[in-house]
């Protein structure tokens, strides 16, 4: 059974930090390119930051300098250390593993950062 189980979201003040997960079973993680994208109220669904199966990132600008996207292929695991957190940021975070056909989304993880 494929399932992506994000960890790590929580209620943090302003320039605070948190580091999410992103875990992973059911299939061969390792081949897979990795995509966090979040979610705010009444927003469409947004891509934060990529990791190809190589372990190439990419960003979005408005998280660039702040956020970090990483993986660790051993533990079936994807990580994005966000720092520098603004009340913007403030959404449901998904993790969204995709290879070809093959795609699979987390239920999600909401962060909240306060003012």
């Known amino acids: 059974q494929v399932q992506l189980v994000e960890s790590g979201g929580g209620l943090v003040q302003s320039g605070g930090s948190l580091r999410l997960s992103c875990s992973a079973s059911?299939?061969?993680?390792?081949?897979?390119?990795i995509t966090w994208y979040r979610q705010a109220p009444g927003k469409q669904r947004e891509l934060v930051a990529a990791?190809?199966?190589?372990?190439?990132?990419n960003y979005v600008d408005f998280v660039k300098g702040r956020f970090t996207i990483s993986r660790d292929n051993a533990k079936n695991t994807a990580y994005l250390q966000m720092n520098s957190l603004k009340p913007e940021d403030t959404a449901v975070y998904y993790c969204?593993?995709?290879?070809?056909?093959?795609?699979?989304w987390g239920q999600g993880t909401q962060v909240t950062v306060s003012s």
């Open positions: 990791i190809t199966n190589g372990g190439s990132t």
């Open positions: 059911g299939f061969s993680f390792s081949i897979y390119a």
């Open positions: 969204y593993a995709a290879l070809m056909k093959n795609r699979y």
